[in-house]
């Protein structure tokens, strides 16, 4: 037979990990195994950067949450470990701020000031002072007569007993009652005109009528004037009022115009109860500003915004809900409406907004949200088809997220995998060897925290704290076209990004021969970091140039190449790989 010259392969678009259909049908260019290997936005193949440790660990536990901005003029992060909140410069050593709970947290700034939740704790912090948050007290009854009533105004806050009341006197009554009867025993805090009176000096309280009786005292300041404002605080708290806001676990900032209210989520007591917080007010939440989403039987694990349109997840189905101005109430409700009835999402909080559509994590898969104001099946598509495999054998509920933007990476990481959606480029690729209890972007850098540190990827990195990445691209087996006929390989062509020190590792299989001889091309420009000279290459220009390895493949129907990288303090960019072949006869 006349020899036959297919066309060669040559992979200088590589595609990701594809592990859904058969090694011999994925396309050139794609993976049917992937590790610590990423695509660039070029679609080369690029060894993932290392990570190093910030700071020396605190200790073994987790780090329970980390939030990076400006607070009174520093940037730092914030960042919760056991028992103690830290800030850290990114510079110094963390400083403790103060105590709190060690559970999962949650940030948020609004108004210059961070809040922080975690299911049993609601602190603010400004820079200075750090605290339980000082609730807000509300005003419940306006202009009312001595003898009560008057015009309700505010809700009560559920965060605290305290309220207060305004009254008009008449210049005759000396006895004012309040809205509540059986108050508390806090003192009494009281103004007439906006000078302050003293309770048993200028008053007397009798608390189980709920009365103010300015006859009686020390020092009696006798009947308000006609006219007078009267503006009396009390405090009557209510059993389990504080923690229907404490316990929640998750957050979101939205709101008409602009993120003028904060929503609260994750009670496990209330598992579908979403809170309102008062516009403009975070310390603030109304006794009523609460939706029940659904049935209590299964909990809302994440809410997030799709232009003005907030998307609700449950475990088992999906809402959304719009700001809806009321001529009734004069006020905006946020009616919620059904979406999805069969696709939710199961891990809470970890729901992410790429390129303004949400994703999700339900029943081994990863969906994406295209439309959150049709009911209708199309309205989400899977895109996690290509590693459906793996993503099927793991616990998504489990799962820690984030989306690096700066990569334009979505990151699900479960155990000490993590499975990545570039959806840059629309590519599928795993990493390993990272284990993250809560991750952080800040400034266009990825930290992580684990083991009582935080790390961080670094570019220039390219190791991990325990050793060298191991990285390995694994492509599906080709026959050229020309399944039938028996091939021979001699050549092989690899071009690398040259850096300083660089090194591919590429061996071939074939259905004749499972192990191949191991071929190499490495850079190794000198930095004397490591004067080793065995370990340089001594090439001197860093323009591209192919490596040309010799093959000796002979007579295979099938043929598949293996990139790989494990060695310390290399980095490694493919731009291709390119192959000839040469058929010789029919396989018999």
Not at 552 to 560: D, F, G, H, L, P
Request: charged share 20%; with cysteine.
């Amino acid at each position: 037979m006349k020899a036959v010259y297919p066309k060669p392969i040559d992979i200088s678009r590589f595609l990701g990990l594809n592990e859904s259909i058969g090694e011999s049908e994925v396309r050139i260019g794609e993976a049917v195994d992937m590790k610590n290997f990423r695509i660039t936005n070029n679609y080369k193949l690029q060894k993932r950067s290392g990570y190093v440790a910030q700071f020396t660990a605190l200790g073994t536990g987790s780090l329970n949450g980390m939030w990076h901005g400006i607070i009174d003029g520093t940037e730092m992060i914030v960042f919760s470990y056991a028992t103690k909140l830290y800030k850290w410069t990114m510079s110094d050593s963390p400083v403790e701020i103060g105590a709190i709970t060690n559970a999962f947290a949650r940030f948020f700034l609004f108004s210059d000031t961070l809040y922080i939740i975690n299911g049993a704790d609601f602190k603010s912090y400004d820079g200075t002072t750090y605290q339980d948050v000082d609730p807000y007290i509300p005003t419940v009854a306006i202009e009312a007569p001595p003898a009560g009533g008057g015009t309700l105004y505010e809700e009560i806050n559920l965060l605290t007993g305290k309220k207060k009341q305004t009254f008009v006197g008449d210049g005759a009554e000396t006895t004012y009652q309040l809205a509540e009867t059986g108050i508390d025993a806090t003192t009494i805090i009281l103004d007439i005109d906006g000078t302050s009176k003293t309770e048993d000096t200028h008053f007397t309280v009798n608390r189980t009528n709920g009365t103010i009786d300015f006859s009686a005292g020390t020092s009696p300041h006798g009947a308000p004037a006609n006219e007078a404002e009267v503006t009396i605080q009390w405090e009557k708290v209510a059993s389990g009022h504080a923690d229907l806001v404490k316990k929640n676990t998750c957050f979101l900032l939205f709101g008409v115009g602009n993120d003028t209210n904060v929503f609260l989520w994750g009670n496990p007591a209330y598992p579908n109860r979403r809170m309102r917080s008062g516009t403009l007010l975070p310390n603030y939440w109304p006794v009523n500003n609460f939706t029940l989403i659904g049935s209590d039987e299964f909990a809302i694990t994440d809410i997030v915004p799709q232009y003005d349109t907030m998307v609700i997840f449950k475990e088992d189905r999906t809402y959304f809900s719009s700001p809806e101005y009321s001529s009734a109430t004069e006020k905006y409700e946020y009616v919620v409406y059904p979406l999805n009835d069969s696709v939710g999402n199961a891990a809470e909080g970890q729901a992410q907004l790429l390129d303004n559509n949400p994703v999700t994590l339900h029943q081994g898969s990863i969906r994406m949200w295209q439309a959150s104001q049709v009911r209708d099946e199309r309205n989400v598509v899977t895109i996690s088809d290509r590693i459906m495999n793996s993503l099927s054998s793991v616990d998504l509920s489990a799962a820690v997220t984030v989306d690096f933007q700066k990569k334009k990476e979505f990151w699900v990481n479960i155990g000490s995998d993590v499975f990545v959606y570039n959806y840059g480029n629309d590519t599928f690729y795993k990493y390993d060897n990272i284990s993250a209890d809560c991750f952080l972007e800040a400034d266009g850098e990825l930290y992580f925290g684990s083991a009582g540190t935080i790390f961080k990827f670094d570019d220039d990195e390219y190791d991990d704290p325990d050793g060298a990445v191991e990285a390995k691209w694994e492509s599906g087996f080709t026959d050229f076209g020309i399944g039938h006929l028996r091939k021979n390989s001699r050549k092989l062509w690899i071009t690398i990004n040259p850096e300083n020190r660089v090194l591919a590792d590429v061996t071939f299989r074939t259905d004749r021969k499972a192990v191949n001889k191991e071929v190499t091309a490495k850079y190794a420009f000198a930095s004397f970091e490591d004067v080793d000279f065995s370990n340089y290459s001594f090439s001197t220009s860093r323009a591209l140039q192919p490596f040309r390895f010799k093959m000796r493949a002979k007579k295979y129907a099938y043929i598949q190449f293996v990139i790989s990288n494990d060695t310390a303090n290399t980095s490694l960019t493919v731009l291709s790989l390119k192959v000839l072949a040469e058929a010789t006869g029919e396989i018999k």
